[in-house]
């Protein structure tokens, strides 16, 4: 295990297309950062948020060249592909966790047996906002539980860092500063605790009654049992697949009216329950979008 727990740092979405991404999340208030392409065939439009983490919705921009990835053993691509055939174009499918030395996690990953296969290292232009570019760079370390096919978990490490001021990507009309929680869903959440705690490299667990909570460096991960879905997300979860899902993400906002002004002028349909505000699962989000006003 690391000293301290790594922090939370993306979150993939897959979906059907990144211009109907890119639309769904203008619509929910978020600013959404100009098209980029992986050179694996993938690509993505993220919405970097001020507490360093981001959304990283993700569409196929070449299957010619998915495949070609696939057949070279890019574990990123492939997880995606499988995802799309399992589950559907439209999801969340991975967990991803910052890092200093991908390499000492890789390490940990097949020590105890959840690698999820070969590490990743790849670069990709990146545009500002002003027009500028910048090449990012990237060292990707997978893990995986063999009995939770559709979610992937692994850690970045950046080699290139992006850009520090990227605070005309990081302001969003909704009031959104960041990413509270993360929330899993499994019938037997106590099941893959280890494995999580491995990922993360020694969080603090707290048990309760509805499932477990994980405490990442800067996020707290949920995983939560179909009861637990429905009591704090209102969220049906069916309790025949004994798989962990991704299912919702809790975002901090300054001021809740803000976010449910902006939602009623753009037509976004939410439900409220207890102090948070519920936007729905739509194509092109990916996940159930939760908002709470946590200072």
Not at 223 to 232: C, H, K, N, Q, V
Not at 241 to 259: E, N, W
Not at 284 to 290: D, V
């Amino acid at each position: 295990m690391t000293s301290s727990p790594h922090p939370l740092d993306h979150l993939v979405l897959p979906t059907v297309n990144i211009a109907l991404a890119r639309e769904r999340l203008g619509k929910l208030g978020f600013t959404v950062a100009p098209d980029a392409r992986h050179p694996f065939g993938t690509e993505n439009a993220c919405v970097f948020l001020a507490d360093k983490t981001y959304l990283e919705p993700l569409g196929v921009a070449s299957q010619e060249q998915c495949e070609a990835s696939l057949a070279e053993g890019n574990v990123f691509v492939a997880r995606d592909q499988a995802y799309r055939f399992r589950v559907g174009e439209d999801g969340f499918s991975a967990v991803v966790f910052g890092s200093d030395d991908a390499v000492a996690d890789d390490e940990r990953f097949k020590a105890a047996a959840i690698s999820a296969g070969r590490m990743l290292d790849f670069s990709r232009p990146m545009r500002m906002p002003d027009g500028t570019e910048t090449v990012a760079g990237f060292r990707l370390a997978f893990a995986a539980d063999l009995r939770a096919p559709d979610l992937l978990a692994f850690c970045c490490q950046r080699i290139n860092p992006l850009p520090a001021d990227r605070g005309v990507l990081e302001r969003h009309e909704n009031g959104v500063t960041g990413i509270a929680r993360v929330a899993l869903s499994a019938p037997k959440p106590a099941a893959y605790r280890s494995f999580l705690e491995e990922v993360i490299g020694g969080p603090r667990v707290s048990e309760h009654s509805f499932g477990l909570t994980v405490k990442a460096a800067n996020a707290d991960l949920e995983i939560l049992t179909p009861e637990g879905m429905e009591a704090f997300y209102d969220l049906p979860v069916s309790p025949e697949d004994p798989g962990l899902r991704a299912r919702a993400i809790l975002f901090k906002t300054r001021d809740l009216s803000v976010t449910s002004s902006h939602f009623a002028a753009n037509g976004v349909t939410y439900t409220r329950k207890n102090n948070r505000i519920l936007a729905r699962f739509a194509p092109g989000q990916g996940a159930l979008f939760a908002f709470e006003e946590i200072a």
